[in-house]
C-alpha cells in the first residue's frame, strides 16, 4: 500500500492528508497533521474529534490529555478539539465503548494496517 505519492502523506480514503488541527497544534512533528514516523513508539496517526468522555477515560488511563502542559507548549485539551491521538489508544477505548470520533480525511493511511475502513467509517466524524 502507497503511504505517499510525490511525497505528500496520504490519508484512508487514499487522499492527501488534510490538516488536523493547528489550534491546538497537534501531530508527532506538531505541523497539524497526523503524519506516521517510525520514530513515533504511539503511532500517533489518527486524527480524533475529542468528547469529555474520552478526555475522561484517556486520564484514567494514565494518558492525561485535559491538564496544560506549558513546558511541552501543551494547552490542555477541551471537548471539540481535533487531536492525533495514539492508534492503540484508540483501539482500547474502541473496545470499552469510548472511542472518540474520527476524522477521516486527516487520519493517516497507516491506520488501516490496524483498523478496516469500515470500522473507522462507524466513527467518521461529519464536517459540516
Known amino acids: 500500500m502507497d503511504k505517499q505519492i510525490n511525497n505528500e502523506h496520504l490519508n484512508v480514503l487514499g487522499q492527501k492528508l488534510e490538516v488536523c488541527s493547528c489550534n ?3 501531530g508527532w512533528f506538531r505541523d497539524g497533521f497526523c503524519k506516521y ?3 513515533d513508539g504511539g503511532n500517533h496517526s489518527i486524527c480524533c474529534v475529542m468528547d469529555d468522555n474520552f ?4 486520564k484514567s488511563q494514565g494518558n492525561d490529555l485535559i491538564t ?9 485539551l477541551k471537548e471539540g478539539d481535533h487531536w492525533c491521538i495514539c492508534l ?3 483501539r ?4 470499552d465503548g469510548l472511542a472518540p470520533m474520527v476524522i477521516l480525511e486527516s487520519t493517516n493511511i497507516i491506520v488501516l494496517e490496524f483498523v478496516s475502513l469500515e470500522k473507522l ?3 467518521q466524524f461529519n464536517k459540516k
Do not use: C
Open 24 to 26: 491546538p497544534l497537534t
Open 37 to 39: 514516523d517510525l520514530n
Open 55 to 58: 478526555l475522561k477515560y484517556s
Open 68 to 76: 496544560p502542559m506549558p513546558a511541552y507548549s501543551f494547552p490542555g
Open 88 to 90: 492503540d489508544r484508540w
Open 92 to 95: 482500547q477505548a474502541l473496545l
Open 121 to 123: 467509517k462507524e466513527y
